[in-house]
């Protein structure tokens, strides 16, 4: 096996082609659910080993796209490439920082599609997130057989406790419907 020394986890192109046709600035709360449910469902028609799942990290204040993600793991052949942790790490390499807080004033929110699995919950502490926006809940996710990994089921008061705030079921119907369309349509789960 040839042996690499960097990991590469690309967006795909059809992302600029979307993000063109649409607004990415002054966005209000529904806007960026509505932009990252966009994306999820165009990763879904793009690739269906793509995964139904989209974020988004936006400047709190002015609700301007920092970086968005999509779920890249089998394009990536990566188990970290969840949609969230693709956002989280293009942002921070957009921005020239890994803490956004230190990036950008009055901090930066991130957007997901569907609530954060194990990994992704644990990641966007030390990302310096301020707020999660989430559409579906972690039941939708599990209901079409997706994994989502032991978590504490007080994580939302410890993000509290860290000064994280989390709002759910922002277009939670619309995001649910899109996990099930893509079950039904035979993609991979994993
Ligand atoms: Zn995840």
Same mark, same amino acid.
């Given at each position: 096996m040839q042996q690499r020394n960097s990991i590469r986890i690309e967006l795909p192109d059809w992302i600029d082609a979307v993000l063109a046709a649409?607004?990415?600035? #002054? @966005? %209000?709360e529904t806007g960026r659910m509505r932009l990252v449910l966009d994306l999820a469902r165009a990763n879904i028609r793009a %690739? @269906? #080993? #793509? #995964?139904p799942f989209a974020a988004a990290i936006f400047e709190r204040h002015s609700g301007r796209l920092v970086a968005p993600g999509v779920n890249l793991v089998v394009a990536s052949c990566?188990?970290?490439?969840?949609a969230e942790m693709v956002a989280i790490g293009l942002a921070q390499q957009r921005l020239g920082y890994f803490d956004l807080r230190q990036a950008v004033p009055g901090g930066c929110e991130l957007f997901t599609s569907a609530e954060p699995c194990a990994m992704c919950m644990g990641a966007i502490p030390w990302a310096g997130i301020g707020r999660v926006v989430i559409g579906a809940r972690d039941s939708d996710v599990r209901a079409i057989g997706f994994d989502e990994g032991h978590k504490p089921v007080d994580w939302i008061a410890g993000y509290a406790r860290r000064g994280i705030e989390v709002t759910r079921d922002l277009l939670r119907a619309e995001s649910a419907q899109i996990l099930r369309e893509y079950a039904e349509a035979g993609g991979a789960i994993y």
């Open positions: 649409r607004e990415t600035c #002054g @966005l %209000d %690739d @269906l #080993g #793509g #995964g990566c188990s970290i490439a969840h």
